[in-house]
């Protein structure tokens, strides 16, 4: 049984490419603030300490933010054109999966206002 109302697979594959794009758009805009931050920091954003956790050298953080953006562009550019196929059981994993990693991240993210 699928979550999905049932469209032909062309229409339904692009549809989600749309969504995406649009997700991807906003982590385009979240990477570019944090890249503007650390070049020539702006007054209305967060300071640049507030979006670089450390864990990773800020190089290495923009070129994997890098290699995710060209990555997804890749996927979202064939989910539109039609040439990749909506897969629904691999997309309930990822679906699952990216809810676990949302959940640990919101945890995480609660956890460190309670240490300031």
């Given at each position: ?106 945890l995480r993210l609660v956890i460190g206002l309670?240490?300031?």
């Open positions: 049984m699928s979550l999905l109302p049932e469209y032909p697979q062309t229409t339904r594959s692009s549809k989600y490419g749309y969504v995406l794009s649009m997700l991807l758009a906003l982590f385009c805009v979240r990477v570019l603030a944090q890249l503007i931050q650390a070049v020539y920091p702006l007054s209305f954003l967060p300071a640049f300490s507030a979006w670089q956790s450390g864990a990773l050298p800020y190089g290495m953080l923009l070129a994997s933010q890098v290699l995710i953006v060209g990555f997804c562009t890749t996927v979202i550019w064939g989910l539109i054109h039609g040439t990749i196929n909506v897969a629904s059981r691999k997309g309930s994993w990822y679906l699952y999966g990216g809810g676990i990693y949302f959940g640990i991240m919101i309670d240490r300031k």
